[in-house]
């Protein structure tokens, strides 16, 4: 006899992540098709978020770096807000990368969030290979999850 245990914790590196789609807020979709063969940097975050708001300007000036490439995507996934409130903390941090609310919070179940802002970070073969539970501090930290995984 097999007893299912609920998983505990947020996906951990070394796992599948999980398969999604995201609709973001200017109605473009994103799943699994626009993510393959990409380093996809998924982001959790919140407008009420204090520590989100502390990597925003990381991440949108580590977005623009990569943005050219083609072979790098960011999502930027708005848990648990209002469609306004999530606008307007786009707008306030001048963020250009696709961004989506997590409706249901689908999403953020799947890969069993336990908070805001977490990071996953998925490699071009759809492994998962970086996981951030707390706020970048810098965006030589990102570079840094993310460089590795580009090749020359």
């Not at 409706?103 to 953020?108: K, N, P, R, Y």
């Not at 490699?123 to 460089?147: H, M, R």
């Amino acid at each position: 006899m097999v007893l299912l245990q609920k998983q505990q914790g947020p996906v951990a590196v070394g796992q599948k992540p999980p398969a999604f789609t995201l609709t973001t807020f200017d109605g473009h979709q994103y799943g699994p098709a626009e993510m393959a063969g990409k380093v996809v940097l998924v982001n959790f975050w919140a407008s009420w978020c204090k520590p989100c708001e502390q990597e925003a300007a990381d991440l949108e000036e580590a977005w623009r770096y990569y943005q050219g490439r083609g072979d790098v995507l960011f999502l930027g996934i708005a848990w648990t807000d209002t469609e306004s409130a999530s606008l307007k903390y786009i707008d306030r941090f001048d963020i250009t990368y696709p961004n989506g609310p997590d409706l249901g919070t689908s999403i953020s179940q799947a890969y069993r969030t336990t908070g805001v802002p977490e990071t996953y970070v998925i490699d071009k073969q759809g492994n998962l290979v970086y996981v951030k539970l707390s706020p970048f501090t810098s965006l030589k930290e990102i570079k840094s999850a993310i460089d590795p995984l580009l090749g020359p």
